[in-house]
């Protein structure tokens, strides 16, 4: 899954575009143009340091959104163990100075239903939720995965409970039918006052 949008960090121009100006050997037309001719070149050193300082800004923008990037994967990968189907993957922009950073990257979960098998895949859903929003900042794209799973498992808890009541079921029938329900059988009005009296007469 994607990190946050991508920042692209522009770089600067490499000195090498910067060319110093060349000095003529001087004469006397010359001297008098020594001192702008100097001027040009505090300029330019000027120019150098500025660069130098843009380029160092932007390596440090690079390094941190590095370290960003691929601890945002590593939460990733850490929590949607074992259900990682590819990656950590990375998109990756190369600094002033040569080297190449990570400034996007994502982790492949696998978010598929386990066919035949709710309580599995409740299960699943659960860690696959878990791991899309393990990083410290979840993504867009995170929040949506998570969003994803979250009704997997909602669906996944309709169906185990369908299940139970399918497997309940049958015994219920079974005990219908086993245990019939008896007949009420008639009593002969004067016999059952006559039993009464005789019962409750030692009480009496």
């Given at each position: 899954m994607e990190t946050a949008t991508f920042q692209d960090l522009a770089t600067s121009r490499p000195l090498s575009t910067v060319s110093p100006r060349r000095v003529a050997a001087a004469d006397s037309s010359?001297?008098?143009?020594?001192?702008?001719?100097?001027?040009d070149k505090a300029a330019e050193k000027q120019a150098e340091a500025e660069i130098r300082q843009?380029?160092?800004?932007?390596i440090q923008q690079l390094k941190a959104r590095d370290q960003e990037v691929r601890a945002h994967e590593a939460a990733h990968l850490a929590a949607g163990r074992p259900y990682v189907s590819s990656g950590p993957s990375y998109t990756y922009q190369t600094g002033p100075?040569?080297?190449s950073y990570a400034?996007?990257?994502?982790v492949g979960l696998d978010t598929s239903a386990v066919a035949n098998d709710p309580e599995a895949t409740l299960?699943?859903?659960?860690?696959v939720q878990r791991?899309?929003?393990?990083p410290a900042e979840p993504s867009p794209q995170d929040l949506r995965v998570a969003s994803?799973?979250?009704?997997?498992?909602?669906?996944?808890r309709v169906d185990i409970a369908a299940q139970?009541?399918?497997?309940?079921?049958?015994?219920?029938?079974q005990a219908a039918e086993a245990s019939p329900a008896r007949p009420l059988q008639a009593y002969d009005k004067d016999e059952f006052n006559e039993a009464a009296t005789s019962s409750f007469s030692q009480y009496a």
């Open positions: 010359q001297v008098a143009s020594l001192p702008s001719e100097e001027t843009q380029q160092q800004k932007i100075d040569g080297r400034i996007g990257g994502e299960s699943k859903a659960q860690t791991a899309a929003l393990a994803n799973a979250a009704q997997l498992a909602a669906q996944a139970h009541r399918q497997e309940t079921q049958p015994d219920e029938d």
